[in-house]
């Protein structure tokens, strides 16, 4: 089993910066591929962005793109988000997730209970 706990989300003006971090226990995630998730009120959940094992292939949604990063350390078994230029419609409770397979993160297995983001524009 792998236990995932977000932190570091707060309310932070438009154009601010916040980053997220999600610490795994449990076992090792080294191997595993990581991903990032969001879901505002009245909306469904929606990929933010994901990393593969080394770090070394990333995806992002379009609306994320140049703002967003997502990063591992897997020493700390942490996976990150930084979070730059924020916009209102960012705001939303963002999900970390793990998979084995990089390709399944949609349907990933192991989910976290989410931190809330909060834009004030």
């Known amino acids: 089993q792998v236990q995932l706990v977000e932190s570091g989300g707060g309310l932070v003006q438009a154009g601010g910066s916040l980053r997220l971090s999600c610490a795994a226990s449990?076992?090792?995630?080294?191997?595993?591929?990581m991903g990032w998730f969001r879901q505002a009120p009245g909306k469904e959940r929606e990929f933010v962005a994901s990393i593969n094992w080394s770090g070394g292939r990333t995806s992002y949604v379009d609306s994320v793109k140049g703002r967003f990063t997502i990063s591992r350390d897997n020493a700390k078994n942490t996976v990150y988000l930084q979070m730059n230029s924020l916009k209102p419609e960012d705001t939303a409770v963002y999900y970390c997730?793990?998979?084995?397979?990089?390709?399944?993160?949609?349907?990933?297995?192991?989910w976290g209970q989410g931190t809330q983001v909060t834009v004030s524009s």
């Open positions: 997730a793990a998979d084995r397979d990089f390709n399944r993160i949609l349907v990933a297995q192991y």
């Open positions: 449990g076992r090792p995630v080294s191997s595993y591929a």
